[in-house]
């Protein structure tokens, strides 16, 4: 196996069995992550970007084809800890402090007071969060909620982080923000990292690689590897290069609503 290669789905179909019949959530999904990838997933309400984040993480069972994580099944990769999760919402427990809820998925594994205090620490810094330990979740604002809820994805040092728009409810200045913080954060750690959004500006100012999906049944239209350096400041928005990728998601997810009807 390629060294680099981290996430592969290989003709990846999903069906739901409803009561109103199947959902066919993924069709012939193929798609390469390498390591140290920003991945975006874009598309309409109900394409599958969830349901296919939710299968690289373990979370849901393909009907057909496969999918590996660091070069193992996805569940075999989710019991060695290969990844954290970032839930659409910060999902934060109310009666536990910010450090208290960082903590719990160490709780979970075991982990030494001395090594919980370790870890807190060093992620509560990585999200610009220092300080914030023992104030509870309705004492921070709704960014810093969702930095907390970052800090608790990356507790146990997972070399693969998995975002479900995580800032999808929160408003354009304070996404701005975390988008910046978010870069600044995986240039540091060199993660890879896959990440759902419905907002093409968010898309292409965070991913090497954007995914751009359609829906009924749930299928790739269009694989975009950036060319903008990784490096890039919010300013890189008013660049033309910004503006022909942004272009072409628009035209990927155009084209996906026209075989639609
Ligand atoms: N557990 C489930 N049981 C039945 N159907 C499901 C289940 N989860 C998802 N679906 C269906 O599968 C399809 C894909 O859903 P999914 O949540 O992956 O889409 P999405 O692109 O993430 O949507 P959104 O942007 O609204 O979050 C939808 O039609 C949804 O109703």
Redesign the pocket.
């Known amino acids: 196996m390629d060294q680099d290669v981290v996430i592969e789905a290989n003709n990846l179909d999903l069906t739901?069995q409803?009561n109103d019949g199947p959902?066919h959530?993924l069709k012939d999904v193929n798609l390469t992550i390498n390591k140290g990838d920003f991945v975006s997933f874009i598309?309409?309400?109900?394409?599958?970007?969830?349901?296919?984040l939710r299968a690289m993480a373990a979370l849901e069972e393909p009907s057909n084809g496969s999918i590996t994580v660091n070069g193992m099944s996805a569940d075999e990769a989710r019991r060695n800890r290969a990844y954290g999760y970032v839930f659409q919402a910060a999902g934060l427990y109310p009666w536990r402090t910010i450090a208290g809820n960082i903590k719990l998925p160490l709780e979970i594994m075991g982990f030494s007071k001395a090594e919980m205090a370790e870890h807190v620490n060093k992620v509560l810094e990585l999200v610009d969060l220092k300080g914030f330990g023992k104030k509870f979740p309705w004492q921070l604002s709704g960014g810093m909620q969702q930095r907390a809820s970052i800090a608790r994805a990356l507790a146990f040092d997972a070399d693969i982080l998995l975002m479900d728009?995580p800032f999808g409810a929160l408003d354009e200045i304070v996404r701005d923000h975390l988008n910046e913080q978010l870069l600044e954060l995986w240039a540091r750690t060199e993660k890879t990292i896959g990440f759902?959004t419905?907002s093409i500006p968010e898309a292409v100012y965070l991913s090497t690689k954007i995914v751009v999906?359609s829906p009924r049944p749930?299928r790739i239209t269009d694989i975009i590897e950036s060319t903008l350096p990784k490096d890039r400041s919010l300013d890189i928005r008013d660049t033309q290069e910004f503006i022909d990728i942004a272009h072409r998601v628009r035209e990927g997810l155009r084209a996906g609503h026209g075989d639609d009807a």
Not at 43 to 52: D, H, L, V
Request: proline share 5%; net charge neutral.
């Open positions: 739901f409803t959902v959530a598309g309409p309400s109900g394409c599958g970007k969830t349901t296919f728009e759902v419905h999906m749930g």
